[in-house]
């Protein structure tokens, strides 16, 4: 049984950082996408950034780069996300998602190409 926990949300003022992690278990070390998403209240859930696990390539949204960084350690099959010079709106709740095995166009966000989804981690910046 795949399962991915979040850590590490909670709340910072504006121009702060914060590091998520997401810890995967129930599935080897196969490549594959995996990825943050947010979803902010009122909001429909969008991509933040994702990396291809084979080679560690990674994405982001336009709205975050240059502030969050992507990493992973694959031994641990653990996914971080730095998130450096926070702004309020960046407030949102956190998921960690990772696709099946062996999918590796990681860079649509497409969130049907997800099959497994963490419980997600609450985000809240303020000004």
């Known amino acids: 049984q795949v399962q991915l926990v979040e850590s590490g949300g909670g709340s910072v003022q504006a121009g702060g950082s914060l590091s998520l992690s997401c810890t995967a278990s129930g599935f080897g070390s196969s490549r594959r996408c995996m990825g943050w998403f947010r979803q902010a209240p009122g909001k429909e859930r969008e991509g933040v950034g994702t990396i291809y696990t084979g080679g560690g390539v990674t994405y982001y949204a336009d709205s975050v780069k240059g502030r969050f960084t992507i990493s992973q350690d694959s031994t641990k099959l653990t996914l971080y996300l730095q998130m450096n010079s926070l702004k309020p709106e960046d407030t949102a709740v956190y998921y960690c998602?990772?696709?099946?095995?062996?999918?590796?166009?990681?860079?649509?966000?497409?969130?049907?190409?997800?099959?497994?989804w963490g419980q997600g981690t609450q985000v809240t910046v303020s000004s």
């Open positions: 998602a990772a696709s099946p095995p062996y999918v590796s166009r990681c860079s649509s966000f497409n969130q049907e190409s997800f099959r497994y």
